[in-house]
């Protein structure tokens, strides 16, 4: 399966800005029918607190834009969206739509960020999602999950193989940011697809280093610091025969596994 992940640097709060930028890097790229394209947490608003303003429900343009994207390329598209919780507050969304144009999956963040007070304004979510897709099964999550590795090894419990991570992730942390990568990766034996953000905000700058991590935790393929795109082919028979001939997961103790 072909993977493209489109490193941005994201224009604050312009969707229809970061809309084009994101057509302007993937115009004249060839993509597979059926590849996935990943894009970062929130590409359409960056970090953003604006819930009031941002937020959308799946009549909105960002989700328009997905959808199009998808169909003219006949690919599945994830991608971090701004959305609304009935109580009122946000919740900072990965979504997926299939190459039909229809929304395909959804996950909502987990832990939301406290040191930046995210979670004055976010709802967490309550539920490890998966998909499949191809011959994987895909488990999303969004940039300050990655430092919880229990949700990665619970969505290991459920066949995962692949996982998505979708990031705003500061350039300040790079090093924990390409650690953790590798760490979920090796631990899970799984592949993992890291899709960060490049460029600055109003409080942060971010240095980019989206990469794809094979369950052995070597990197595959690196977007480096600026705007651009990560692409590689992943191998479904090489996951297995990887774990057949190092067994690890197998010698789990489930009794000490959290639930």
Same mark, same amino acid.
């Given at each position: 399966?072909?993977?493209?992940?489109?490193?941005?640097?994201?224009?604050?709060?312009?969707?229809?800005?970061?809309?084009?930028?994101?057509?302007? %890097? *993937?115009?004249?790229?060839?993509?597979?029918?059926?590849?996935?394209?990943?894009?970062?947490?929130?590409?359409?608003?960056?970090?953003?607190?604006?819930?009031?303003?941002?937020?959308?429900?799946?009549?909105?343009?960002?989700?328009? #834009?997905?959808?199009?994207? &998808?169909?003219? $390329?006949?690919?599945?598209?994830?991608?971090?969206?701004?959305?609304?919780?009935?109580?009122?507050?946000?919740?900072?969304? /990965?979504?997926?739509?299939?190459? $039909?144009? #229809?929304?395909?999956?959804? +996950?909502?963040?987990?832990?939301?960020?406290? *040191?930046?007070?995210?979670?004055?304004?976010?709802?967490?979510?309550?539920?490890?999602?998966? #998909?499949?897709?191809? =011959?994987?099964?895909?488990?999303?999550?969004?940039? +300050?999950?990655?430092?919880?590795?229990?949700?990665?090894?619970? /969505?290991?419990?459920?066949?995962?193989? %692949? #996982?998505?991570?979708? /990031?705003?992730?500061?350039?300040? $942390? =790079?090093?924990?940011?390409? &650690?953790?990568?590798?760490?979920?990766?090796? =631990?899970?034996?799984?592949?993992?697809?890291?899709?960060?953000?490049?460029?600055?905000?109003?409080?942060?700058? +971010? @240095?980019?280093? @989206?990469?794809?991590?094979?369950?052995?935790?070597?990197?595959?393929?690196?977007?480096?610091?600026?705007?651009? *795109?990560?692409?590689?082919? *992943?191998?479904?028979?090489?996951?297995?025969?990887?774990?057949?001939?190092?067994?690890?997961?197998?010698?789990?103790?489930?009794?000490?596994?959290?639930?």
């Amino acid at each position: 399966m072909k993977i493209i992940g489109v490193q941005l640097d994201i224009v604050w709060e312009n969707k229809q800005a970061n809309f084009a930028k994101v057509g302007s %890097l *993937l115009e004249e790229v060839p993509i597979d029918p059926g590849s996935l394209i990943v894009l970062p947490e929130m590409f359409a608003t960056g970090f953003s607190m604006n819930v009031a303003a941002m937020a959308e429900d799946e009549s909105g343009g960002t989700f328009a #834009f997905l959808k199009d994207l &998808a169909r003219r $390329r006949q690919a599945f598209v994830g991608g971090g969206v701004v959305t609304r919780n009935p109580d009122g507050r946000g919740c900072n969304e /990965a979504v997926i739509i299939d190459s $039909r144009g #229809f929304l395909y999956s959804r +996950y909502s963040k987990i832990h939301p960020f406290s *040191l930046a007070g995210e979670n004055r304004h976010y709802a967490p979510g309550n539920r490890i999602v998966t #998909f499949p897709l191809h =011959e994987f099964t895909v488990a999303p999550f969004i940039c +300050y999950d990655l430092r919880f590795p229990e949700i990665f090894r619970l /969505a290991v419990r459920r066949n995962v193989d %692949l #996982f998505m991570v979708i /990031a705003c992730w500061p350039a300040k $942390r =790079e090093s924990h940011w390409m &650690a953790l990568l590798a760490a979920r990766a090796i =631990e899970n034996q799984a592949y993992v697809i890291g899709v960060n953000r490049c460029g600055a905000d109003p409080e942060h700058a +971010y @240095s980019g280093r @989206s990469q794809i991590v094979d369950p052995s935790g070597r990197v595959i393929a690196d977007a480096g610091n600026d705007e651009g *795109l990560l692409r590689a082919e *992943l191998d479904h028979a090489w996951v297995e025969n990887y774990r057949r001939e190092l067994p690890f997961l197998t010698d789990r103790r489930e009794e000490y596994h959290l639930d």
